[in-house]
């Protein structure tokens, strides 16, 4: 299963990089293997796919023991600041970073390991209540205050857009979203590239690629639904 879902998702990004006249070595399809057997994740592995997202630390490091180590593994759950000595060295991009005490806590641990940290900044675009990230207006501001941070390097924002039936309806806060990274880019901040977007996830990524996704995120559709045992 994992194998024709990953060729079908694979086929519909290349198309829509087509549609939207982009080269499709510009778009890294990110597996989000969040609560599925490492048996899955190998299947995907021989399939090529080298980049893997998770939400949650032991999770996360969990499967990075047990997998070959030239994965790239995404953090992209909300981090909590106690937890980030622990996934510094072994990750490779955390997508989530929405608060300057993270950013810190960040910079600590990577000086410390003598590394230098590559992140996103989380934004909430949709505004919703429920979600994680800064706000449109707040970005930029903390842009710079976590570029001044040694050991961290802003690489691009990210977003989770809501819920919805109609991918369609997404495309407003992709848009906007690469609309605020060519704004902050255009302010030539010292040690902030804002080059890569990562939006974009099973039911809205085709949308996503036509906005400028660099990375997509998708899980549902390369590895089924997800059950959560309570
Ligand atoms: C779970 C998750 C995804 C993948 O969601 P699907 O709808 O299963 O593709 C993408 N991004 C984040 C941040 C997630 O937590």
Known sequence: MVSENFR?????????CHKAGRNSADVTLI????????S???????LGCRD???????????????????????????????????????VDLIH????????QEISKEALKKKLTVAVLIEVNVAKEESKFGVCVEETENLVRQIASLPGILIKGLMTIAPYVDNPEENRQYFAK????SVDINS????????????????????????EGAALVRVGTGIFGERKYVS
Do not use: C
């Open 8 to 16: 079908t998702v694979q086929e519909a990004i290349s198309a829509s």
């Open 31 to 38: 597996a989000v293997s969040k609560t599925k057997p490492v």
């Open 40 to 46: 899955m994740l190998r299947e995907a592995y021989a």
């Open 52 to 90: 893997f997202g998770e939400n949650k630390v032991q999770e996360l490091l969990d499967k990075y023991e047990e997998l070959p180590k030239d994965i790239r593994w995404h953090m992209i759950g909300h981090l909590q600041r106690n937890k980030v000595k622990y996934i510094i060295g072994k």
């Open 96 to 103: 989530s970073v929405d608060s300057l005490r993270l950013a």
């Open 177 to 180: 979203l690469r609309e605020l």
């Open 187 to 210: 302010k030539n901040i010292d040690n902030v590239n804002m080059s890569v977007l990562s939006m974009g996830m099973t039911g809205d990524y085709t949308v996503a690629i036509e």
